[in-house]
């Protein structure tokens, strides 16, 4: 990800923020060829000094049959975006997309079965929670689980690097990013949540 120093962060509660939210990111790699697979995403930060990204994937998946330990892997998060129409600057320009993204660089390390089924497990219990009646892995009984688990292929991926971009209009003068800021609070939710990105940088 090209990362201009402009719209370049170090914030890592924005990081964290953003892979929360957006948890349904992209894994990608390139061991014999240029693979690309969607999958649930979890932050562990149980040892706070030693991070990583933890995720599965089908077994049957052809990145699973090729991915092993100290393989580079790279977990790409979008979070909010949107259109900015260059109708809203007091003067000729082009269009543009703002967005927040973050991009980590790592190495692999493939899960044993109690660290399967302790990822699979704080998986469910993170979005069964909300539910009116929630199914938790121990409600499931640990045979099947471990029956159904024999299709999953568990990932730690230890970061070597992050890139948190925040592309935010912070090129723009103050007139013009004020009116995108009003325009952008008119529009969707993600328009919305973009423009309350934009105030907090502004402070």
């Not at 912070?170 to 990013?177: A, M």
Request: aromatic residues 8%; contains cysteine.
């Amino acid at each position: 990800m090209f990362v201009p120093k402009l719209y370049r962060s170090e914030d890592m509660d924005v990081m964290r923020e953003i892979i929360k939210v957006n948890s349904f990111a992209l894994l990608i790699s390139s061991v014999d060829k240029i693979r690309a697979t969607h999958s649930m995403m979890m932050l562990n930060e149980s040892d706070p000094e030693n991070p990583y990204i933890e995720t599965h994937i089908s077994r049957a998946n052809p990145q699973a049959k090729t991915l092993k330990n100290g393989d580079e892997v790279l977990c790409d998060f979008l979070g909010a975006h949107t259109y900015i129409s260059s109708s809203w600057y007091d003067h000729i320009n082009v269009s543009t997309w703002n967005y927040e993204a973050v991009q980590i660089y790592g190495k692999v390390e493939l899960m044993d079965q109690d660290e399967l089924y302790t990822h699979l497990d704080t998986l469910t219990s993170k979005y069964e929670q909300f539910q009116q009646c929630p199914m938790m892995v121990k409600d499931m009984g640990r045979e099947f689980v471990e029956k159904e688990m024999k299709g999953a292929f568990g990932i730690k991926v230890t970061p070597t690097e992050i890139f948190i971009k925040q592309k935010l209009s912070q090129n723009r003068k103050e007139n013009d990013f004020n009116n995108i800021i009003s325009h952008l609070e008119q529009s969707d939710e993600d328009a919305r949540k973009i423009a309350e990105k934009m105030k907090l940088i502004k402070k």
